[in-house]
């Protein structure tokens, strides 16, 4: 199966400012992820980011506060935006394999803390 | 729409004797169904899926589940608790219709393990 990484795996940040993660997965995957995890709580899906389009986006959640890029099969980036202390969670990135097992696999994770 | 429903947000239970997770979901088609397990400071491990084949799943570390349509039930099972087992626990659903691979989290169950 194939292996995706996170970057950065915790951050600091200061109200106000923005926050790019990086997802990184080491085999081409149609679709990718995106899932926010608050403190104590279950993973809540973010986005659907789908190579060479627009990503989409679940109720709650906008572009303009959490804009995706998926430039290529193997990369995702997700910014959190004008962060205030309720961004702080992990942010989480998943790809699933179709083919094969049909498994989604997920990264280590960001965990993001918004002073 | 789908939904899932785990029954118990924490579980304590003494090394050596058995685990029960409980959840029920809702689906509205033929659905897939995962437990995941988190444990703390590390990344989402699959422990098993249930995909409409054998009704009851057998995954890693001893784990299993049995699918019961009639109960809407997917309850995680361990004969025999071990210290290492101590973590959160993700019941989750995927509807079959559902190309694109979205999951729907259950809340999750923290589990504790005594000596």
């Known amino acids: 199966s194939a292996v995706i990484s996170q970057k950065p795996s915790r951050d600091i940040c200061q109200r106000g400012t923005s926050l790019t993660i990086q997802c990184q997965v080491d085999?081409?995957?149609?679709?990718m992820f995106w899932y926010r995890q608050q403190p104590g709580q279950s993973l809540t899906l973010i986005a659907t980011?789908?190579?060479?389009?627009?990503?989409?986006?679940e109720s709650g959640f906008v572009i303009d506060k959490f804009p995706i890029s998926r430039p290529n099969l193997t990369f995702s980036t997700l910014t959190v935006s004008n962060m205030s202390p309720e961004d702080s969670s992990i942010y989480l990135c998943?790809?699933?394999?179709?083919?094969?097992?049909?498994?989604?696999?997920f990264g280590p994770g960001t965990r993001l803390t918004v002073l | 729409a789908q939904s899932v429903t785990q029954l118990d947000s924490h579980v304590s239970v003494s090394e050596g004797t058995p685990v029960l997770l409980r959840c029920n979901y809702s689906s509205s088609y033929s659905p897939s169904l995962f437990w995941y397990v988190q444990h703390p400071n590390k990344g989402l491990q699959l422990l098993l899926k249930y995909t409409s084949a054998a009704t009851l799943v057998k995954g890693i570390n001893g784990f299993e589940a049995e699918f019961k349509k009639s109960e809407t039930s997917f309850h995680l099972t361990k004969p025999s608790a071990h210290m290492s087992d101590a973590a959160e626990y993700f019941c989750v659903v995927s509807e079959a219709t559902d190309s694109w691979g979205k999951l729907q989290f259950g809340a999750g169950t923290q589990v504790v393990v005594t000596p």
């Open positions: 085999s081409q995957v149609t679709m």
């Open positions: 998943s790809f699933r394999e179709v083919q094969g097992r049909n498994e989604q696999f």
């Open positions: 980011a789908n190579q060479g389009s627009e990503a989409t986006y």
